[in-house]
């Protein structure tokens, strides 16, 4: 039903109201964002700390249902920590792949507005893995703006259908513009320096106040409290169980071992491909200094005693590394009696599609031994359990590998022999 007598900040608040009572989970996330009418820009734009800027006219436009459907959207992008994980990657790219990742999941409760991007193909993958499959040629919108077709706003229904000729308009992009925190530290960085003014932020296409917003949200907490709630009243929405329910927080702060690791230990490299900017503004041309990204063995006891939930720990401790480490790249296993394939990881989005076998007794010597036999060069190992079982002699154990035990919450410490340095418990 379009609602016509409504003004588009109405329109807003009546989208969010309906979906607390239909959509409870959507409904809590939206109720945190923030909104800004802007006839500057052409659709909508987000930032981090969850400011929605939106054109009045463009919203006029849209059915409530499509709403709700773009509003979801862009939540996702906040709560999922989107727009602070695009590194040194294309910016424009990865907007289309972060929204090829989260409208499956948009697209199986609302509609979303022309210009949304669906492909089958790329359903159920992290946005980081799309990146790197992405061809921007698959996707344009081959028709002159003069000549287009889809003169009037046009949906992808529920199924993702979409129109015949491309998925992109070329006048609108990908529905949406997304603002990240590198994209304002930047500008923040270049008014320091004097090379822009606040006056310059629209000419570059920025909102004149985006510099002035503080973090007054935890993105993170919301997204834990809108998926408990809908979760405990039956109305989770379909598929994001999975995307959800393993991006918690560590629950401990074992991860500084860790950085102190990395900080004493890690190598540097220097980079002309992105200078430093302080070298730039003082009228040199000098490379930046770039930090390696850590590389380690995880394994993940799987025996018996472990429960569920001390499986969902471990997997808990391995997003924390990418959160603290997003060059992280690990290898990941298994192991009971026996150790299993490994599983090659570099982002938390991946964490929910390991598979864990296991379920029989505990030996954590199979992968000690597979290091010594192999002579593989293993820095870095991590080892999450609950501590009963049987641990390597020190004959066994690579001298120049560190080596971290992380205990289970039910687990036992004190069953660590003496001979490892690094253990820490879950509290």
Not at 324 to 342: G, I, K, Q, R
Request: hydrophobic share 35%; charged share 30%; with cysteine.
């Amino acid at each position: 039903m379009y609602h016509e007598d409504l003004s588009p900040a109405e329109k807003i608040t009546k989208a969010r109201v309906q979906m607390i009572a239909r959509q409870p989970f959507f409904g809590v996330l939206c109720m945190s964002l923030r909104f800004r009418e802007d006839p500057n820009e052409d659709t909508m734009a987000v930032t981090p700390s969850g400011i929605v800027y939106y054109n009045p006219e463009y919203v006029k436009e849209l059915q409530i249902d499509e709403l709700q459907g773009l509003l979801c959207h862009e939540v996702l992008h906040i709560a999922l920590r989107h727009l602070e994980r695009e590194e040194d990657r294309d910016h424009f790219k990865a907007n289309i792949a972060q929204d090829l990742a989260i409208n499956p999941f948009v697209l199986k409760t609302f509609p979303l507005p022309r210009g949304a991007l669906y492909m089958e193909e790329f359903e159920g993958m992290a946005w980081e893995e799309i990146y790197d499959k992405l061809d921007i040629k698959m996707i344009k919108c081959p028709f002159d703006c003069n000549n287009c077709p889809f003169k009037k706003p046009r949906s992808l229904d529920k199924y993702g259908r979409v129109p015949k000729y491309g998925i992109v308009c070329r006048k609108r992009g990908s529905m949406d513009k997304h603002i990240t925190r590198s994209e304002i530290e930047d500008l923040k960085e270049q008014i320091k320096e004097g090379r822009i003014t606040k006056a310059d932020l629209r000419k570059l296409g920025y909102p004149e106040d985006i510099l002035d917003h503080k973090e007054t949200i935890n993105w993170r907490k919301v997204l834990k409290d809108a998926y408990q709630y809908a979760k405990a009243i039956g109305k989770l929405p379909a598929g994001l169980d999975r995307l959800v329910e393993d991006l918690v927080e560590p629950q401990i702060d074992w991860l500084e071992y860790l950085s102190q690791l990395i900080v004493n230990n890690l190598p540097y490299d220097y980079s002309y491909s992105r200078p430093s900017k302080k070298s730039i503004s003082v009228g040199y041309y000098l490379p930046s200094v770039q930090k390696w990204g850590i590389k380690g063995i995880v394994v993940i006891d799987t025996s018996g005693s472990m429960s569920n939930e001390d499986l969902k720990d471990g997997l808990s401790q391995i997003i924390g590394i990418f959160r603290d480490f997003p060059n992280a790249e690990l290898t990941v296993y298994s192991c009971d009696t026996m150790l299993y394939e490994a599983q090659q990881i570099t982002s938390e989005y991946e964490v929910p599609t390991l598979k864990l076998k296991g379920g029989g007794g505990t030996d954590f010597r199979p992968i000690f031994q597979k290091i010594k036999e192999e002579g593989d060069d293993v820095d870095l190992l991590i080892y999450i359990t609950d501590a009963y079982g049987v641990f390597p002699t020190p004959d066994m154990i690579n001298p120049n590998m560190t080596v971290i035990w992380v205990i289970t919450r039910d687990g036992d410490e004190e069953n660590v022999p003496d001979y490892f340095d690094l253990v820490v418990k879950i509290k």
